[in-house]
Every structure is written in structure tokens, then in C-alpha cells.
């Protein structure tokens, strides 16, 4: 615990150094990189250990004076799993932003952007550890407002302004109407903001209460997990966000939500089979669409963002059929669908991570993002070229990486689901093995599609030079793609070590987890056999063809140009693009999808222009929450000017028409300019104004002074102050 | 497993090595057959791989080691399915229970490096046959996810052998209906995955109505008789999956089990010939509405058994 501690001194310490040497950007930018890189450390330190020995939870309280009593930190399976999470994806992005950022030393503010990616990642370590409502909550805002400011770090572009202004607005809206009232709920249940206390306290509560308390936690920790379709803040965070924020973003600060829910999930009792079904049916829609959106993206980083709604949409999958396992009272799936989850939780952290870090390092060498302009890459940048193509079959869910590793593990629990449970259980199950098929060919497609336009063939553009990879950008995504190839591997090291988790969420002890998954699927040595098989027969194979090609006899001839059916000349404009590729799949599926293409068709036998152009709109953003954002903003309007229309009621003091409007609309209007001043002295008069008031009142209050314990008045001001 | 299952399996692994060419001289038989020719001899596959093998390579100026990685990967893989799939007998070499699931996810790894090293040539054909293979093997996938919960649910295992194994004759009893769509349905995959009519004509002459072969244009040599002989591995592996599944073996000796299993193989092949003859390949925008049909056959068993299953 003390690890702990230590890491998050250091990293707040690195911070504050960080920000005061303004004047120094480099020392600044290097000093916050290390500390980020020693509280990674720290933290894993602390961690592993945990894990390995799946011992009780450690805790620790501080008594420090705070308004709200002291802070406790407590660090159990669940938390250790999510720690080494946040500290391997950590310091493989200080090590890797050390050498992106170089180039903006001198352009943009880069130590305030080391300071807060220290504070981001004090906070997240914070969420994870923290053990009562206040310091959760803290952190989770710490870590909203940090990320708030690196999206932001571009600022001087009017779009990601705008990004930025989106995330925040987005995320808080979720924290206020749904987490807040939340850990409202559980304060008043527990009668204290201790987590240790919930688990207790819930223990005899009704059916609508738990099922109210979960769907409040899904909408609110699946905003910041961007579960479909409260996802739209993601695709547009992500490609504003410098590369390194963004590997952090999806990585690890999206699965804080899930910790959040899972978190939740272990103080709840079982809940009924329908708050699994729904859970599910949210998985499934984030992870089919989720897919299907990212298929259709032109933009490198909005394309991965995409990504992430999907592979939220599988740990979710996890998730469900663990909630079906526990409402059903069947351990198995509890111990397979939970198991795989927090599994596909480091996975993604480490493939996605690597993939944002590889895209980066693109937008480094290119200066674009657009993969419709790059081409031909793997030649000017093999090694980049290698990382991405590894994370991409790690991310499709294909043998021998890391994501095969849970996909498996998952359809374990939803294979096992549609014959152990109950007839509506195993539909949703049958629904989610399809689904995850699905996502598994649509992800294979999206992938070809990004690795095959960016890095194969030719440049589409012979304007755009090409910068070579430095050094430590390869060294910091070296780590997250030997844990790739390492889990998929030996997952016989990685799996048990999630068995500390899942006793958390689900009370499952380790030995009855194994026992448990041991009953659907083989020990996972089996896939290690597997794995090596498929290693050698490539060694074998290779080595034939080299032998066959060294016999004297059968020499290499020389390099020609492709085959173009006797066309001897190509260009690298003549080749297939993003669109066309992406396109007889994004036909396929056009009444989900709904896109628009505009064809400027070559005409007249002497054809000088033609032009396509596809786009898909997000549903959720334009159909849902842009008419429900403006009802909104139409019912402020009217607030503030006193009108049903939205209109103000009194467009200007006109002087001929006066004599229509009536005096009590003469007077409101009055009143309401008269109030609005613009003055903000006159705004903080009025909150004196209303505090004088409130206090007044609850001084008359009879009712107050005939309470005799403090306590549920004291309970009341925790539950709605924070 | 120990070391004289392995020795047992050596002659069956052979066999299985040994088979392929031999149902695509099948295939070309029939064909001949239906339209009152000889067809080229019966050893002819064997001869063209061992032509291919001989020969040296041509690489085009654009490709890179993704190119040359592809053929081998795709092989690799399904060398690998081999292991896990019943063929002969009805074990396999390596069979665990959840191998079903890296059995499908090996031969999306083939197609991913297929399709890689087609869109490393940087050639519009070759991204038009990519574009081609990944739509249509995303589409035939929920057929095949589909046939296998029946399957995991008849059998309670999701061992591939076992799925496929001698229980089944208990389901063809219960849910035959089911089981019936479940064939229809995976024959409908295997003519996708494999590039057969009346998806993908793999005699045709025209790159721009190739799926399959437009993709290997560029490849030559070595590299095109890996593709060649995985093509043929691909066509036995899918092949014996739906043959064990339409026609179970209560448990016979392998004496009896192993030839009769070859009688099928040939049958099959003698199949897809005969449908090869029969009927014209799909216009393109038609084929996903095939593969969509399979997906209904397999959701349709999917229910059949799900109601059945459950009381």
C-alpha cells in the first residue's frame, strides 16, 4: 500500500516540478516523463503481488482533515488488476511521449501538458484505489478535468476546442445525472461513504432498488466506458487528443468505467436475469455498431476510437454473462464471463494503446492522419509497420495474441450459456456468439482495410515526406506488443491472475474459478500447444520455400512491376482506396448504417474529373442527442426569457408598438433583464441572497430541532453534496 | 496426450496431407464428366504443385515481406486447423475442449494474410478481390457461428471432435430437422470459403469477376502452391466438418470408419462438381443475399434446437 502512496507523491511532485519549469520545457517534459515513469512502477510494485497471491484486500487510512473525514485506500483483486493495467500502458506512453513531444517543444505549452499527464495519472490510480465515495469521486474528477485539458492541448484549433468542450460536457452530464445519484443512493443505504460498508448494506435490499441502482451505474459508468449510445463523445476526444493522451484515453481512462460498473456489480446481490438481458443487448449494439462505424471511418484515430466502443461492447459481453451467471446461479459463467472481461480489459489496453501509439507515430513520419493520402509505409517505416500489423491481428480476436485469449475465454460463456441457463438466457447467449462472430469478421475487414491502405502498395501521394521512427517511440511500444505476443502465448502466467478479480466482483474464490472455467474449456497450456504448432509449421514453411528458392536453378527474378493486366505503368493513385474497399460491406449493412455517397461520375468520352465520396453520420449523434440537446437547450431558452417560444419576449425596447404588449408582460420582461445584467457581482449576490434564504428557512424548520441524532441530517448533506 | 497416440496418428496425419489435390482432381473430374470430356489425369493437382514447387519466384517492385509472409501464414494456419479437426477418424491430433473456436479463428488468420499480401501488390484488381474475400467471409461467419451452437448444444462440449462426434446420431433423433438446415447451412459456408460456384468460379478467365483468384495474381512459384495446396487443405477441413456433422458414425472401428469417410469425401467432391456444372455463378450483389439465406438456415436451427433443448 505504502507503494502506493509513494507513487502518487511522485507523481503529483513530478507535476508540480513540471509545471514550474515553464521556462525549461525539456527539463520539464523529462522530469515528468520519469515520474510518470516511476509511479508506473510503483504501482506495479504494488500490484503484482496482489495478484499473484490473490491475498485479502490491504487497506489504508489517512486521517487527514478533510471535510469529510479521512481518506481510505484499499487495494484488492480488482484494483491490483486495474492498477498493473494503468501502470504497463503508463509507462510505455512516457516512454514514447518523451520522444513525440519533442517536436512541439517550442510550439504548444508541452509542460503543462507533462504536468497534467501526471495528474491524469495520479487520478486514475486514485479511481482504482480509492475506497470511500469522496475520494472516488475526487479522483474521478481529476481525471475528467486533466483529460479535459490534454484534449484540449491543440487549443488554437476551433475542432478541438470544440472536442474538448464536447468530452467534458458529455462525461459530466453522465457524472451528474447518473453516478452522483448513485453513490447518493448507496451513502443513504450504507449510512456512511465507505465502500467496505455497501456490500452489507445491500445485502437485503429489494429487487427495484438494486435495479434502479445498476441501471443508474450503467448509464453513468458506461458514459465514460462509451457503451453505444452514450459512446459520442469518443470519436471526437480521441483524433483531436495528442497521440500520447489518446493511447491513454482509450487505453485505460475509458476502463475506469468499466471499474466503476464491475465495482458496482460486487456490492450489488444477484440481480434479476433482465438486468443481465439489458446489459447484453448494450454490449451487443456497442459492439456490432461500434465495428460497423469504424469501418466506415476515413480518419486513422476516429477509425481506433471507434474501435474502442466495440471492444467496450465485448468486455461488456464478459460482463453480462458473468451478471447471468450470478442471477441464474451458475458459477461457471460467472467465473468464464468475468474472467474473460477483466482478461479483454488489459488486452485492449495493450493492443490499443499500441495501435494509437503506432498511429501516432504515422501522424509523426506523415503529418496526416487521413489514410486515404498515405500508402506504402511498411517500406519507409518497417518496424512501425510490424507493431501495427501485430496489434491489428492481436485486436481481431486471431491466434497466437493476446486477443484470441479472452475472445475465447468469452465464447466460452456465451457457448456454455445457450445450453446451462434458462430458455431466454440462452437466445441472449445464441445473440451473443453471433454478434461476436460478426464483430470478428467486421473487425478483420476494418484492420486489412487500415494496415493494407496506410502501410502496403504505394504512396497515394508523392508530396508527403516521410520522417523515419526515432528510437524510443519503438522502445515504448515495444512493451505493449511483447505482452501481446506473451499473453497469447503463455496464457497460462496471465489468465489466473485475474482470479483475484473475480472473486472481488463475484465472490468466486481462485480455485473454484479455475475449477470452473476448467468445466466448459481445456486449461489454456492447451492454446500454448496450439500456439507452437502454428510457429513451427511458419518456421517449416518458411524454411522450404527458402530452400526450394536456393537450389541453383531456381533463381530470383528480378523485381517487376505488379500485374495491372499488361498495363505497365501504375500509379499509386491507380490503387484500391479506403472507401472502395470498406464499401461493398458498408452496402451490405446500409440500413443500420445509413450512408452517404456523393459521385461526381466521369461523362462524355473524354472524362477530365470524377470524384466518390462516402461519409457515415453517427446515428446516436444526429438522430438522438442533437434534437434532444436542442429540446434542451429550447426549454433554457425559454427559462431564460420568459416565453413559450424561445424567443425573448420583448425582442427590442421598440417605442411605436408599445402600447400592444400588456403590463404583466411588461413587467416579467422587466424583471428578467433587470436580473440579467452580465454583472458578476450581482450573480454572486444572488447566491448570498439564496443561502440567506435556505438557511433561514431550515432554521424555522420545526422539524430540525426535534431530530435528535445528527446523523441522518449529517447522511442527507453527504448524500446530495457530492 | 502421450507419445503412442501421436505414433498412431502419424498414418492418418499422412493421409490427410496427402489427400487434397486429390478432391480438387475430383472436382475437375466430374466437371469433365458433365460435359462429355477425359479431363486432365487424375495425378495432374500433384503434378502442378510439384511444376510449382520447381520454379523460382517473381516479386513485383511494390511488395514488401508482408507479400512474401502471406502464402506461408495462410498455410501455417490451416496446417494448424488440421490438427484440431476430425477427418479420417473421428479424433483429432491436438483436439481440446474450445478448439471449435481457434478452429474459425485460424482460418480468419489465413484470410487476413491472404488478403494482406493481395493489397500489398498495390494493384486495383488484387484490392477488389480483398474487398470481395472480407465481405463475403464476414457474411458467412454468423452462418457458421450459427451451425456450431447447434452443434455445442447437441453435444454439451465445444470440442471440435466431440461436436461432431458419434452423440450426434442422438440429435439427428431429437432435432433432425434442425440438423438438416445445420448441413444446408454449412455446405452454403464451405462453397463460400473455398471459392466454389456459385459464389466464385475458380476457373474463371476475367479478372474483374474473380473473388479468390484475382487476389493470388501476383504470386507465383513456391508461394502459389502453398496457396494452391491450402485452397485444396481448406476444401478437406470444411469438408469433413460438414460430413461428420450430416452423416455421424456410431463409434465404429477405424477399419470401417476411415474408408467409408474417404467414400464420403469423394462424394462431396463429386457434389460441389456437380454444382459446379449445374448452375451459373451469382452476379456479385446476389451473393450476399446467399450467405444471408445461410444465415437464416442456421438461425432457424438454432431455434428449432433451442426450443427443443429447453423445457
Known amino acids: 500500500m505504502s507503494a502506493i502512496l509513494a507513487s502518487l507523491a511522485v507523481l503529483l511532485g513530478g507535476a508540480v516540478l513540471t509545471a514550474m519549469l515553464s521556462q525549461r520545457p525539456r527539463l520539464g517534459l523529462l522530469i515528468a516523463m520519469l515520474s510518470i515513469l516511476g509511479g508506473s512502477l510503483l504501482c506495479l510494485a504494488a500490484a503484482l503481488p496482489c495478484l499473484v497471491h490473490t491475498s485479502a484486500a490491504q487497506s489504508i487510512v489517512l486521517a487527514w482533515p478533510l471535510p469529510l473525514g479521512e481518506a481510505r485506500l484499499a487495494l484488492d483483486g480488482l484494483s491490483a488488476w486495474f492498477l498493473a493495467t494503468i501502470a504497463l500502458l503508463s509507462s510505455a506512453v512516457a516512454i514514447y511521449a518523451w520522444e513525440y513531444l519533442q517536436a512541439e517543444l517550442g510550439k504548444e505549452p508541452v509542460p503543462a501538458l507533462g504536468a497534467f499527464l501526471c495528474v491524469l495519472v495520479a487520478a486514475l490510480i486514485l479511481v482504482v484505489t480509492a475506497s470511500d465515495v469522496a475520494l472516488f469521486l475526487l479522483g474521478w474528477e481529476l481525471m475528467m478535468l486533466a483529460s479535459f485539458f490534454l484534449v484540449a492541448f491543440h487549443h488554437r484549433q476551433p475542432e478541438v476546442r470544440r472536442a474538448a468542450w464536447i468530452y467534458l460536457v458529455a462525461n459530466h452530464l453522465g457524472t451528474a445525472l447518473f453516478v452522483f445519484p448513485l453513490f447518493g443512493i448507496l451513502a443513504a443505504k450504507a449510512g456512511g461513504i465507505d465502500f ?11 429487487q427495484g432498488t438494486t435495479t434502479v441502482l445498476f441501471l ?130 488489459l488486452n485492449h489496453a495493450l493492443f490499443k494503446g499500441l ?106 501521394e508523392r508530396a508527403i515526406r516521410v520522417h523515419p521512427t526515432p528510437a524510443l517511440m519503438r522502445v515504448g511500444m515495444l512493451i505493449p506488443a511483447a505482452l501481446c505476443l506473451g499473453i497469447g502465448v503463455w496464457p497460462t502466467v496471465f489468465v489466473p491472475l485475474t482470479a483475484g478479480g473475480v472473486r472481488t466482483v463475484a465472490g468466486l474464490d481462485a480455485g473454484e474459478v479455475s475449477q470452473r472455467i476448467r468445466s466448459v474449456l481445456s486449461p489454456v497450456g492447451h492454446l500454448t500447444l496450439l500456439a507452437a504448432v502454428l510457429l513451427t509449421s511458419i518456421v517449416a514453411l518458411g524454411g522450404i520455400k527458402r530452400l526450394l528458392l536456393r537450389r541453383p536453378g531456381a533463381a530470383l527474378a528480378a523485381p517487376v512491376v505488379t500485374w495491372g493486366c499488361g498495363f505497365a505503368q501504375p500509379t499509386g493513385r491507380m490503387q484500391y482506396t479506403a472507401s472502395s474497399f470498406a464499401w461493398s460491406l458498408i452496402h451490405s449493412f446500409r440500413s443500420v448504417l445509413w450512408p452517404h455517397r456523393k459521385i461526381a461520375a466521369p461523362a462524355g468520352p473524354f472524362a477530365v474529373h470524377a ?83 435556505v438557511f433561514f428557512v431550515e432554521s424555522l424548520s420545526p422539524r430540525e430541532s426535534a431530530a435528535p441524532p445528527a446523523r441522518p441530517a449529517a447522511r442527507g448533506i453527504e448524500g446530495t453534496s457530492k | 496426450m502421450s507419445v503412442t497416440r501421436v505414433i498412431a496418428a502419424i498414418p492418418e496425419a499422412a493421409a490427410v496431407i496427402a489427400l487434397p489435390p486429390l ?201 502459389f502452391a502453398y496457396i494452391t495446396y491450402g485452397a485444396a487443405l481448406k476444401f478437406l477441413l470444411l469438408g469433413s466438418i460438414l460430413l461428420h456433422a450430416a452423416f455421424p458414425h456410431p463409434g465404429w472401428p477405424l477399419w470401417i470408419d476411415a474408408p467409408l469417410r474417404l467414400i464420403e469425401l469423394v462424394g462431396l467432391a463429386t457434389v460441389v462438381g456437380a454444382i459446379e456444372c449445374s448452375m451459373a455463378r451469382l452476379r456479385l450483389n446476389r451473393v450476399p443475399l446467399l450467405l444471408a439465406g445461410a444465415t437464416v438456415l442456421g438461425a432457424l436451427a438454432a431455434v428449432l434446437t433451442l426450443t427443443g433443448s429447453m423445457r
Not at chain 1, 196 to 206: C, P
Request: charged letters at 10%.
Open chain 1, 355 to 460: 495501435l494509437f501509439l503506432s498511429a501516432g507515430a504515422v501522424i509523426h513520419a506523415t503529418g496526416t492522419g487521413d489514410i486515404e493520402r498515405l500508402g506504402g509505409l511498411a517500406r519507409k517505416t518497417p518496424v512501425n509497420a510490424a507493431l501495427f500489423l501485430l496489434a491489428a491481428v492481436s485486436i481481431c480476436g486471431l491466434p497466437p495474441f493476446n486477443g484470441f485469449v479472452s475472445e475465447w475465454i468469452l465464447y466460452g460463456s456465451l457457448f456454455s450459456g445457450t445450453w446451462v441457463g434458462s430458455r431466454s438466457a440462452a437466445w441472449v447467449a445464441a445473440m451473443g456468439v453471433l454478434s461476436l462472430a460478426l464483430m470478428g469478421g467486421l473487425a478483420l475487414a476494418c484492420f486489412a482495410k487500415v494496415f493494407g491502405v496506410v502501410f502496403l502498395g504505394e504512396p497515394r
Open chain 2, 23 to 223: 478432391l480438387l482432381s475430383i472436382v475437375v473430374k466430374t466437371k469433365a464428366w458433365f460435359a462429355g470430356r477425359v479431363g486432365p489425369p487424375w495425378l495432374q493437382p500433384y503434378l502442378d504443385l510439384y511444376k510449382l514447387m520447381n520454379k523460382g519466384v517473381v516479386y513485383s517492385k511494390t511488395t514488401t515481406w508482408v507479400f512474401r509472409a502471406g502464402p506461408i501464414v495462410n498455410l501455417a494456419a490451416l496446417l494448424t486447423a488440421a490438427t484440431l479437426v476430425p477427418v479420417l477418424s473421428s479424433g483429432s491430433l491436438f483436439g481440446f475442449a474450445g478448439d471449435v473456436i481457434l478452429v474459425a479463428y485460424l482460418f480468419a488468420l489465413g484470410r487476413m494474410f491472404t488478403v494482406l499480401a493481395a493489397l500489398d501488390t498495390g494493384s486495383s484488381f488484387e484490392g477488389m478481390g480483398a474487398s470481395r474475400e472480407v465481405t463475403f467471409g464476414t457474411m458467412s461467419e454468423p452462418a457458421l457461428f450459427l451451425s456450431l451452437i447447434v452443434l455445442a448444444i447437441g453435444s454439451k462440449s465445444l470440442q471440435l471432435s466431440e461436436m461432431v462426434g458419434s452423440q450426434l446420431f442422438a440429435a439427428w433423433g431429437t432435432v433432425g430437422p434442425a440438423m438438416l438446415l445445420v448441413v444446408g447451412a454449412l455446405l452454403i459456408v464451405l462453397l463460400t470459403e473455398t471459392c466454389r460456384v456459385p459464389v466464385d468460379d475458380p476457373a474463371t478467365h476475367l479478372e474483374l469477376t474473380m473473388i479468390h483468384e484475382v487476389m493470388v495474381l501476383d504470386h507465383s512459384g513456391p508461394d
Open chain 1, 216 to 345: 443508474l451505474g450503467l448509464l453513468g459508468f458506461g458514459t465514460k466506458a462509451g457503451f453505444m449510445p452514450m459512446h459520442i463523445w469518443l470519436p471526437v476526444a480521441h483524433p483531436a487528443a495528442p497521440t500520447p493522451v489518446s493511447a491513454l484515453l482509450s487505453g485505460v481512462v475509458i476502463k475506469v468505467g468499466i471499474y466503476g460498473l464491475l465495482r458496482l456489480l460486487g456490492w450489488l446481490p444477484a440481480l434479476s436475469v433482465s438486468c443481465a438481458l439489458v446489459m447484453l443487448v448494450f454490449a451487443m449494439v456497442s459492439g456490432v455498431l461500434g465495428v460497423l462505424y469504424a469501418l466506415a471511418q476515413h480518419d486513422i484515430k476516429r477509425l481506433l476510437a471507434y474501435h474502442s466502443v466495440e471492444n467496450i461492447g465485448i468486455i461488456g459481453l464478459g460482463i453480462g454473462m458473468g451478471m447471468l451467471g450470478h442471477s441464474l446461479g451458475q458459477p461457471a459463467l460467472v467465473a468464464l464471463g468475468y474472467g474473460g472481461a477483466l482478461l479483454h480489459v
Open chain 1, 196 to 206: 467496505q460498508t455497501f456490500q452489507a448494506a445491500l445485502r437485503n435490499s429489494d
Open chain 1, 611 to 693: 470524384a466518390l465520396e462516402s461519409h457515415v453520420p453517427d446515428m446516436a449523434e444526429h438522430d438522438f442527442f442533437a434534437p434532444l440537446l436542442r429540446g434542451v437547450s429550447r426549454a433554457f431558452r425559454m427559462i431564460r426569457n420568459v416565453s413559450w417560444t424561445g424567443e425573448p419576449v420583448l425582442p427590442a425596447p421598440s417605442r411605436d408598438d408599445g402600447a400592444r404588449v400588456g403590463p404583466m408582460r411588461v413587467l416579467i420582461t422587466g424583471v428578467a433583464t433587470a436580473l440579467r445584467q452580465g454583472r458578476i457581482q450581482l450573480y454572486m449576490g444572488f447566491i448570498v441572497l439564496t443561502l440567506l434564504v
